[in-house]
């Protein structure tokens, strides 16, 4: 059965639906649309999905630990309470409140909260583990240890682009992908779909003390 790789785009999000080293790419209006791609075996999706209401991930402090010279790739997660607002201020207010000692989301983590609080709502309850965290810098690292360079420069595309030639058949699915669909993306979310199907297959990795968040959500990132 195939397996789905998603990651966000520009208020949207790009999927990767991989069946055997077939991989077709996907333009899914909402995280709904992501979760209701018929036939689908598990679905790895590079955003946060466990979220700690007083402060840092163990999982997001491993993953940083683990990606050397990418560190920065991986954003702080918000706590929940930032949830609640698309205000930058208001969510600063809210996640210092929360947090011992006080922190606030920088602007580039609060540019996930819409995401977040989308996939947060369309996960439901009881939590399932069909639907699992992954980050793709992760998963390029675990395929091969030279991808290195920043992704989207020439380098970097180069490095990624390799490591899932050897497990995918990514040229076509690049191709033939939506209209508007950046490489960057595209290539995220065929890394997220290599992680679903290692996952799925019992071969895959994950970093986490394993808590969960008040939802009953695991706060892990997966690989």
Known sequence: MAVLGVDGWRGAWVGALLEGRTVTLLHLADAHTALAVPDVELVAIDMPIGLSETGVRACDVRAR???????????????????????????????????????????????????????????????????????????????????????????????????????MDVEPALANAPSGIPVVDALDACAAAWSARRLADGRGECVGDGSTDARGRPMRICF
Do not use: C, M, N
């Not at 050397?68 to 409140?97: H, I, K, M, N």
């Not at 240890?145 to 595309?157: E, L």
């Not at 180069?158 to 497990?167: D, G, N, P, T, Y």
């Open 65 to 167: 630990a683990l990606l050397t010279g990418a560190a920065a790739s991986v954003f702080p997660t918000p706590v929940r309470a930032v949830l609640a607002t698309d205000d930058y201020a208001e969510a600063r207010a809210l996640s210092r409140a929360a947090t011992d000692p006080p922190r606030a989301p920088s602007a580039q983590a609060f540019q996930l909260v819409k995401a977040i609080r989308q996939l947060d709502d369309a996960l439901g309850d009881p939590p399932s583990d069909r639907v699992v965290e992954v980050h793709p810098e992760l998963a390029f690292r675990a395929l091969d240890v030279a991808v290195r360079d920043r992704k989207g420069s020439a380098r970097g595309t180069i490095q990624r682009l390799r490591a899932l030639r050897a497990v």
